[in-house]
């Protein structure tokens, strides 16, 4: 909460009354008497029905709401809208069974906003029956810990957390599965099953997104790997904790699932997101026989293994970790592009070219897509760097590996590459983006004449030091980094430049930069003036025989 407000006692009348108004509003029309929330719990619920997030959190709000008005009685919500007119307001408070600032008082509503610093929503406030703050994370409370955070106070927070840590060392799937109202899981044929029917079974966790792209492609890989296991009468079962928020996306979604789910918007859901510290998607937690977690997420086993990962034991584990080690040992260009009679990339003409006659040569693999901003603005450097290196060294190739949606994009996109490319739409590009781990692009991996992976990291590489960062070997780079520091030691501390009027400061870079003049990438060292964020590269500050390195004169900043 912010510091204004720390301490601070409200009172009710004086927070939701204007001069012209001493009652709120329900979505029927009736006036409520602010006096009448005297010493109750109030939430000040900012929200609007154009704002996703809202219009999720809000069937949640309403399902606490309803619970505690009908156990407690001391629980009250008022809405405080930022819809943009009137008609929007009505058809999302009438979603609502709690009261509101009507929308025509525009300047309670604003006083409201800025009396609490509300910066973003939804966002939630509880204020005591004393008048005093509770908290303004009640929208994470709620999601958290649904109608158990009531009364909301620091106290009854930490005993929740003391809970929550003696039931992760009581760990059962019950504890995990069931709530208050709910004992069973649900088919996507509407049948309830009861949870207790998969205790004594493994059972994975499937926390996943609809409509996300890497959790429909682990879906499929998920769909068939859970056929395998139950023709081979494995006991081996899958409940989907859905993170959708609208009921459609959440049934066309568990259309394509043979396995359990837990009902879309359930509060445990949000319960096991924050239980299993939930960070990415798609995530697969397996829970053993015995209720406790044997493993916090396979997904990335099953990425790369397949059924093979089963039964996901830390001696399964280990074997596959042996299994891998041999394999990386036994690495060679072939092994990672030839696939059955996929033996063969493709040249500029399409015409093909065997992947025989790239062993032994530097091969740079090229994970990009012409959607994709950062990776229009890196393949340009990516193409100097070629040139560069294909002009001392012609063992050495680049081959395109596309994320393109279509032939048409990857046909306009690699026109202007001078490099070879992966057919679009090729296999092998799924088991290259699985063995190297690929999460986003551009990446660029550099393998080796002996067809060894030398490293995973060469696109910052060449945006830091160009076609000098060739054959980019650990020893190399620690090399190109000595032979910098060795010519920055000739540098001036400070200079003037024609192009920025204040004086230019010699700075190391601990991170990437911009030229100024150039409009190239940078690394390790700069001019700069920090009062106007404007740097140059030494060789763009400099005269070049001041800056040139002892290789040929270029200089590798």
């Not at 003391?162 to 799937?173: I, V």
């Amino acid at each position: 909460m912010s510091e204004e407000n720390k301490g601070q006692t409200f009172d009710l009348v004086s927070l939701f009354s204007s001069e012209e108004r001493d009652f709120l509003v329900r979505n029927n029309g009736d006036q409520v008497k602010i006096n009448d929330l005297s010493g109750k719990i109030a939430g000040l619920y900012f929200s609007a029905s154009w704002c996703p997030p809202c219009r999720g959190f809000t069937p949640i709000l309403t399902e606490v709401y309803k619970e505690l008005s009908s156990s407690k009685g001391d629980f009250e919500v008022v809405f405080i809208s930022s819809d943009r007119d009137e008609e929007s307001f009505n058809g999302y408070f009438a979603k609502m069974p709690w009261l509101a600032i009507p929308f025509s008082d525009k300047a309670a509503i604003e006083r409201l906003g800025e009396s609490f610093k509300v910066e973003g929503i939804p966002h939630l406030v509880i204020i005591d029956g004393s008048g005093n703050i509770a908290t303004d994370e009640g929208v994470r409370l709620i999601r958290e810990y649904a109608s158990k955070a009531y009364p909301f106070t620091k106290e009854r927070i930490n005993q929740l957390k003391e809970e929550e840590e003696e039931e992760k060392r009581n760990q059962t799937l019950r504890s995990i599965l069931v709530s208050e109202s709910r004992d069973y899981v649900i088919t996507n044929n509407e049948y309830k099953v009861p949870v207790s029917e998969l205790e004594g079974k493994m059972v994975g966790l499937y926390f996943s997104l609809s409509s996300y792209g890497s959790c429909k492609e682990f879906n499929e890989k998920l769909v068939k790997i859970h056929k395998n296991l139950k023709e081979k009468g494995e006991n081996f079962e899958i409940v989907w904790i859905s993170l959708d928020r609208e009921a459609e996306a959440f049934k066309d979604g568990f259309a394509t699932m043979p396995w359990f789910a837990l009902p879309i918007q359930d509060q445990t859901c949000q319960k096991l997101v924050k239980y299993f510290e939930l960070r990415s998607i798609p995530r697969l937690v397996i829970i053993g026989p015995d209720g406790k977690t044997l493993n916090p997420d396979v997904a990335e086993l099953i990425s790369e293994h397949g059924i093979e990962a089963y039964p996901f034991t830390p001696e399964r584990l280990a074997e596959l970790a042996e299994i891998e080690r041999v394999r990386i040992g036994a690495q060679t260009l072939e092994s990672l592009l030839v696939s059955g009679e996929k033996d063969f990339v493709i040249d500029k003409s399409g015409s093909e070219v065997p992947v025989s006659k790239l062993v032994g040569k530097h091969v740079l693999l090229y994970f990009s897509a012409h959607w994709c901003p950062p990776c229009r603005f890196f393949t340009p450097n990516l193409i100097e760097a070629y040139h560069d290196i294909k002009a001392k060294e012609d063992a050495f190739e680049v081959i395109f590996i596309s994320s393109d949606r279509d032939q048409s994009s990857f046909e306009e996109y690699y026109s202007g590459m001078p490099w070879l490319a992966l057919p679009f739409g090729d296999e092998r590009k799924a088991s290259l983006s699985h063995r190297f781990k690929v999460r986003g692009i551009p990446c660029l991996i550099a393998i080796g004449p002996d067809g060894k992976t030398v490293t995973t990291n060469a696109r910052e590489l060449v945006k830091a030091y160009g076609a000098d960062a060739f054959p980019f070997t650990e020893d190399h780079i620690t090399h190109l980094k000595e032979q910098i520091e060795e010519i920055a030691k000739g540098w001036p501390e400070k200079l003037k430049h024609e192009l920025h009027e204040h004086e230019l400061v010699r700075l190391r870079r601990h991170g990437g930069y911009r030229c100024d003049a150039c409009n190239k990438p940078g690394h390790d060292w700069s001019f700069c003036c920090k009062s106007c964020d404007f740097d140059l590269h030494p060789k763009c500050a400099l005269k070049e025989d001041e800056a040139a390195t002892a290789n040929g004169g270029r200089l590798c900043l």
